[in-house]
């Protein structure tokens, strides 16, 4: 079985602060990671996955995670957040390779409150 | 529809009610997930449809829940006897990807989910 562990439940931000979400995960088998966001009354929305190759992994709005096998971790960073990145962030995990299992397996969440 | 729906989006029930909630799978996706999520929590894994076949029910909690997928596109979830416990909101998720298949990129899109309050 896997799981996850956000360290950091609430983490406020000034607007153009950086910010990094922690994340660890603990497997018997090799994972696939991901991130999700969940903006006020929206559904989860993928934010960026890490399934083999690169360790850094990029989205598409600036967020960035690096996933450490030794330190079975995949946190996530953001250089310079906006307004607009106020939301809940969930790191979720379930079995990589041949894996017959579908499941994600999530954290309870981080939410990030940024302020102007 | 462009993404997953699911409705009502608010359902306050006393308990001892029974309840059902409703999920539209983005049209052709053969994969629909149910997942709780509680207050503060991350969300969990309930029960999993490939196409009408549900091959996964290890997470519903109790007898009291059941998941069905008919005509292997709409999806209901009815929570029978309605416990304060069972306040949550609950996921629906589609994929186009038949499971195994999320974990090598075949995206899982989710619905705004069900808030269901038990009072």
């Known amino acids: 079985a896997q799981s996850v562990t956000q360290l950091d439940s609430q983490v406020p931000v000034f607007e153009e602060a950086p910010v990094e979400l922690r994340c660890n995960y603990s497997?018997?088998?090799?994972?696939?990671l991901f991130w999700y966001v969940q903006y006020p009354n929206q559904g989860l929305q993928l934010l960026l996955k890490y399934l083999s190759g690169s360790t850094l992994v990029e989205s598409i709005n600036g967020f960035e995670a690096e996933f450490n096998k030794s330190q079975t971790s995949f946190h996530l960073r953001k250089p310079s957040v906006h307004i607009s990145d106020t939301a809940e962030y969930f790191c979720a995990v379930t079995p990589g390779g041949r894996s017959n299992d579908y499941k994600l397996s999530f954290g309870a969440g981080t939410t990030v409150t940024v302020r102007a | 529809g462009a993404g997953v729906s699911q409705s009502p989006r608010y359902k306050v029930a006393k308990r001892g009610q029974d309840v059902a909630l409703r999920c539209d799978p983005i049209?052709?996706?053969?994969?629909l997930f149910w997942y709780q999520q509680a207050l503060g929590q991350g969300p969990e894994f309930l029960t999993y449809f490939q196409n009408e076949a549900q091959l996964d029910k290890s997470g519903l909690p109790s007898d009291r829940f059941f998941a069905e997928r008919p005509e292997g596109s709409v999806s209901t979830l009815k929570i029978q006897r309605t416990q304060q416990e069972d306040s949550a909101v609950y996921l629906c998720?589609?994929?186009?990807?038949?499971?195994?298949?999320?974990?090598?990129?075949?995206?899982?899109?989710f619905g705004e989910g069900s808030w269901l309050t038990v009072v």
């Open positions: 049209s052709g996706h053969v994969s």
């Open positions: 497997s018997s088998v090799s994972v696939y």
């Open positions: 998720a589609s994929s186009s990807s038949i499971a195994p298949g999320q974990g090598a990129g075949n995206t899982i899109y």
